[in-house]
């Protein structure tokens, strides 16, 4: 049972259904990929519970979830709620060991193995950063802040000075056995199609600063339509300075866009963002054979990779030309993950 204390809030009765019918698509699509097809279908239903998220009732056979869900927190942490009853729903029915109130140790086995948030939270949260990074994620937001000119040159800069510091962070704390546990955040706001310059800002993520990333269906319940959102999975430390470099970004992109607008009067906003995300791929690239020459060499972090695997153990890897239409005559190709979901991807 997950407890928090949230304003309440109001749908439509048609929205409603829509969003229950979603509902239920999602437990299919996680009764498949994460349970292997052994629950049995429950009752779904909305409260106005302003207190509790969400609630498995084993001797009714009801999966409560608030409706502040739908409104407050959005669907992606809406279904990181249903994991965690879907959970509760596996104890309790398929190995027979009901431990709800207390979260037990057969609770937590089947959360861990399946990436599931086992607090009694149940939602991705936001932790304080350990003080030992604090300085090194304070130091990185001052860097990026003195990017705030519409000079393109001086942003690509900044960025690449805070990769460099955050690369030499992350092996000096896997060399003295510092790595912490992973979780996740959402990033940005869902959208229906994703665009190009989304794409390429995922994939610096990905490549440059130390997270997987993901592309994870959710619905647009305002809207009655389906959608996507980025999912970040990585250490504390690290998924802050993802949020910072995506805030940045993003900033960035739009800045220069009203700046080049106000001074031509022409052009796509689309294309010349995607053409700055490009540009701050491309430099990041540059700077990566200069840190490998110094011996600085990021191998991967397996575990986190094994992380990503247990929460979306069914995933598609498309190829992705990173790059906007004739805007660079060289572009990288990136691979970026999205979840296969039968019902409700779009």
């Not at 239903?45 to 498995?56: F, K, P, Q, S």
């Not at 704390?173 to 990033?187: E, K, N, P």
């Not at 993802?242 to 031509?264: C, I, M, N, Q, S």
């Not at 993950?337 to 991807?345: K, R």
């Amino acid at each position: 049972m997950l407890h928090r204390n949230l304003p309440p809030a109001i749908l439509s009765v048609e929205l409603e259904r829509a969003a229950l019918r979603a509902v239920r698509s999602t437990y299919a699509d996680l009764n498949g990929s994460l349970f292997s097809w052994r629950l049995e279908y429950p009752h779904f239903e909305l409260t106005d519970n302003a207190t509790v998220l969400g609630r498995w009732h084993g001797g009714t056979r009801i999966i409560e979830l608030s409706r502040t869900l739908l409104l407050e927190r959005g669907w992606a942490v809406l279904v990181e709620v249903l994991k965690h009853e879907m959970a509760h729903q596996y104890v309790d029915e398929v190995l027979g060991r009901p431990d709800e109130s207390t979260h037990g140790p057969e609770f937590r086995r089947v959360c861990e193995e399946r990436g599931i948030d086992a607090r009694a939270a149940g939602i991705p949260e936001v932790r304080r950063t350990p003080e030992g990074e604090a300085h090194v994620l304070d130091r990185i937001a001052k860097l990026l802040a003195l990017a705030e000119s519409p000079n393109e040159h001086e942003a690509q800069a900044a960025m690449s000075a805070a990769q460099r510091l955050m690369l030499k962070y992350n092996i000096e704390s896997v060399l003295q056995g510092g790595r912490s546990a992973y979780t996740i955040r959402h990033l940005g706001t869902p959208t229906g199609r994703v665009p190009e310059s989304q794409r390429i800002l995922a994939s610096i993520l990905s490549d440059f600063f130390f997270v997987q990333v993901i592309w994870v269906p959710v619905w647009r319940p305002l809207e009655n339509k389906r959608g996507s959102v980025l999912e970040v999975c990585g250490t504390i430390e690290n998924l802050e300075l993802a949020e910072y470099v995506h805030a940045f970004l993003a900033h960035t992109g739009d800045r220069l866009w009203r700046d080049y607008k106000r001074r031509t009067g022409s052009g796509k906003r689309e294309n010349f963002v995607a053409g700055v995300m490009t540009g701050f791929r491309d430099r990041l690239l540059r700077e990566r054979k200069k840190s490998e020459h110094e011996g600085l060499v990021w191998v991967g972090d397996g575990d986190l990779q094994a992380f990503l695997r247990r929460r979306h153990p069914h995933v598609r890897w498309t190829r992705h030309t990173v790059g906007a239409l004739r805007l660079r005559k060289k572009a990288p190709t990136a691979w970026l993950a999205a979840i296969m979901y039968s019902s409700t991807s779009s």
